[in-house]
């Protein structure tokens, strides 16, 4: 096919108008208008899918904001879609608006989508080629060529910046500079490594003949510099139609979506072209004085962000980004002079403000919008409507949402997100809120995605509503779940998105699931999702009733099966079931302090908590858990404490094994560096099995030990440190009683409590009562 594309084909006088363009080049886009302007053209072409056609007419509606993309999905499989995105400086935007406001028929000429979306497996596999299968980037080249490293730099001295100056004699001559540019490209690269666009080429120059016989020559074609050639060529109808005979079809539908100027920027992943679209956003919209006016832009920013930037910055910005452009050759400041101008000057150097610069300005947070009468999915709609009704705005950029669940538009909003998690829709996950930890409060992570617009579609098949679909999704993901964890997990997020009429299918298979499941790890992996449920459902006034007396059982069948499970395990089994028993723990709580009959299941699991604390055949790290469990619930004398941990630290355990104890009482984050500083009778211990443990055996416990250690914050450890290095105070045991470990006190002193009395009531407010006695201070305060 690319023997045709001889430079002598380029000249044909009289023929159509090809402008060549790259997309989403703002040079491009103002050569585009200057030309169409010149010629006046009858109709325009432009590369993109034909079943777009009926949908063009919207580009002149007022709330058509790009950056917006054409999205087509197969209606059989709406996850195999494909997006032609459009800014506002695109060429074939600009022609588009140009038709419109001209009222010239303007129609796409491409490849069809049915056939582009069927084609997409076998183009991957095509594009699967071997080493020696060259793959070119045409601009690339001719940057090279022109001794250029980086080539947005060259397309910037080469179209965009001679582009802000006067407008050439002839609007046509830089299109037919490029096409002549791309002819021997063509002639010495073939189809660039792409075989898929012979079809396309084929199409277009079929859609240009039909064209041509409706309108005659008098026509503008707006396509990839890199298809000129191609479409230039002499080639018949009838080998044009061979190469599209037997391509494959599916049944598409299109519409316009918003598109963010994130996703037209190269590294997205959608092959944009362009590193800077705010950039050249920029570009395209500044009538004047580019740089300058980029500079204010960046104070402002800086500004916002609380840094100090005077108009003195701005004006030596722009003094120093015309001076770096004069010593390296170029014809106006670009992009890269204009960064080391703000790097140096506003940023002091740093590249920390640097980054939100180019986070914000370079590559942008534009998110472009689209009409209402535009076509969409069901389920979109429904869910459009309900974004203005709750007035959740979808935003580009990352934000932050604090929800309290006691208000009912709040409430509202969580279980919309609740429910668009279900249906795979990731608008938003939640995150830690700076506010309270209870169950009233919910905080989000917020950031709209343009392929969520693919996943609405994927989700539509379940339904029309947001939640009609959501309760759909949630009855068929019970049923087909295999792990009673999985459906435990289920009914949590059902009752968080608010889904009355799924929980009594996932409770049924919920309840024959745990009937059947023997395996304890099974059922304590399940049960914590159960109570939290439970707590849900409080607050947002579910009845969760079934759902109590399942949790129930299976807490019931846990405080059975889990004595015998805990003996003969490794050491990644004794972790995992340690995890679990804190799991079990916390959840037991919720159920005992909740509405649900649970009647002496507190007691029943402490039970359980003091078999495994006496057991010597229990795991070192279960051990030390259980009774650390104990001791912070109240169930365990301090002196019972003391005494299980100076048998688990005896001379005669293993010392793997007693670090293993070591690591399930004090370990982790959850208080347990706090215990050895308040209780010194407890640290002594740990001090004096850590003293003695042989040297030989040293190396083979300090991964436990730091593994416990590592997880207390600095100041715990700092504190710890210096009790150590203290070493044991005056002993002061209670009611005058020895202390179990000499010099550590096990009880109060009463008279260093009562020193701080009255400096309590004086912060208090009280005043001092400096007649009254010791005693009668502690009556006062009891």
Avoid: N
């Avoid at 299109?254 to 190269?266: D, E, G, Q």
């Avoid at 950031?447 to 617009?453: C, D, I, K, Q, Y």
């Avoid at 969760?544 to 807490?555: D, H, K, W």
């Amino acid at each position: 096919m690319t023997a045709g594309l001889r430079p002598a084909d380029q000249a044909r006088p009289g023929g159509p108008l090809l402008l060549g363009v790259r997309h989403h080049g703002p040079g491009s886009a103002r050569a585009v208008l200057a030309a169409l302007d010149s010629v006046q053209p009858r109709a325009v072409l432009i590369e993109g899918p034909p079943e777009g056609d009926a949908l063009l007419p919207l580009a002149a509606d007022e709330q058509m904001r790009p950056p917006v993309a054409l999205l087509a999905h197969a209606v059989d499989d709406p996850g195999r879609a494909a997006f032609w995105p459009l800014a506002e400086f695109s060429p074939e935007w600009v022609a588009i608006r140009w038709a419109l406001a001209h009222e010239v028929p303007v129609r796409f000429v491409d490849l069809p989508a049915a056939h582009s979306l069927a084609m997409t497996e076998q183009t991957e596999q095509a594009e699967s080629r071997p080493d020696d299968a060259q793959v070119i980037d045409p601009i690339g080249v001719l940057a090279r060529t022109a001794g250029y490293e980086d080539p947005e730099r060259w397309w910037e001295d080469v179209v965009e910046h001679r582009a802000t100056g006067a407008v050439p004699a002839d609007p046509r001559a830089p299109f037919e500079a490029l096409a002549e540019a791309m002819t021997e490209l063509r002639e010495a690269y073939g189809d660039g490594g792409h075989p898929q666009d012979a079809v396309r080429e084929a199409h277009m120059r079929i859609q240009l003949r039909t064209a041509r016989k409706e309108f005659g020559d008098d026509i503008a074609v707006v396509c990839g510099a890199w298809h000129v050639p191609a479409l230039a060529a002499r080639t018949t109808l009838a080998a044009d139609r061979a190469l599209l005979k037997g391509i494959p079809k599916v049944r598409t539908e299109l519409t316009w979506v918003p598109w963010t100027h994130r996703r037209l920027a190269r590294h997205s992943g959608y092959g944009a072209g362009i590193d800077s679209p705010g950039w050249y956003g920029h570009l395209f919209g500044a009538p004047d004085r580019p740089i300058e006016r980029w500079m204010t832009k960046v104070a402002g920013l800086l500004r916002d962000e609380d840094r100090f930037v005077s108009s003195a910055h701005v004006i030596e910005a722009v003094r120093l980004a015309g001076t770096l452009a004069a010593m390296r050759g170029r014809p106006l400041a670009g992009l890269a002079e204009a960064t080391d101008a703000v790097r140096a000057v506003m940023c002091e150097g740093s590249d920390v403000p640097l980054a939100l610069v180019q986070d914000r300005l370079v590559v942008g947070e534009t998110l472009g919008e689209v009409p209402d009468s535009a076509p969409a999915v069901p389920l979109q709609r429904d869910l459009t409507r309900q974004q203005r009704t709750l007035r959740l705005k979808p935003e580009a950029q990352e934000r932050e949402l604090d929800l309290d669940l006691r208000k009912e538009t709040d409430s509202a909003r969580s279980r919309l997100l609740h429910r668009l998690g279900l249906l795979g829709v990731g608008w938003g996950d939640t995150a830690a809120g700076p506010g309270s930890t209870g169950t009233f409060r919910e905080s989000w992570r917020l950031r709209w995605e343009p392929e969520l617009f693919v996943r609405i579609a994927e989700a539509g098949v379940w339904g029309t509503t947001v939640l009609s679909a959501a309760t759909a999704r949630a009855e068929s993901d019970a049923v087909s779940a295999t792990a009673l964890a999985d459906v435990t997990a289920l009914a949590e997020r059902c009752l968080l998105a608010g889904l009355p009429d799924a929980l009594p299918v996932v409770m049924k298979v919920l309840a024959d699931r745990a009937a059947l499941d023997t395996d304890v790890g099974h059922l304590a992996d399940a049960l914590p999702s159960l109570a939290r449920s439970l707590r849900y459902g409080d607050v947002r006034s579910t009845d969760t009733a079934a759902l109590g007396e399942v949790a129930v059982g299976l807490a019931e069948r846990i405080c059975v099966g889990l004595p015998p499970a805990c003996t003969g395990l490794d050491a990644d089994g004794a972790a995992q079931l340690h995890r679990q028993v804190d799991g079990v723990h916390t959840a037991i709580g919720l159920l005992a302090g909740g509405a649900v009959p649970a009647q002496g299941l507190r007691e029943r699991w402490a039970g359980v908590l003091h078999r495994l604390s006496a057991r010597d055949t229990v795991a070192g790290v279960i051990r030390g858990r259980a009774t650390r469990l104990l001791l912070d619930d109240g169930r365990l004398a301090e002196d019972d404490a003391a005494r299980l941990m100076g048998l688990a630290l005896s001379p005669g355990t293993p010392p793997a094994d007693a670090a293993a104890w070591v690591e399930g009482f004090v370990g982790g984050a959850a208080g347990g560096g706090m215990l050895l500083v308040h209780d010194e009778r407890l640290l002594g211990l740990v001090d004096a099995w850590l003293t003695g443990v042989p040297a030989e055996m040293f190396t083979d416990v300090l991964p436990l030990l730091r593994r416990t250690f590592s997880a207390y914050e600095p100041g715990v450890r700092r504190t710890l440190g210096e009790l150590v290095r203290r070493g044991p105070a005056p002993g002061r045991g209670h009611g005058g009683a020895e202390a179990a470990v000499p010099g550590f006190g096990a009880g109060l002193d009463a008279e260093r409590a009562d020193a701080v009395v009255p400096v309590l009531r004086l912060l208090l407010g009280a005043g001092a009562d400096p007649g009254a006695g010791r005693g009668g201070e502690r009556a006062a305060t009891g």
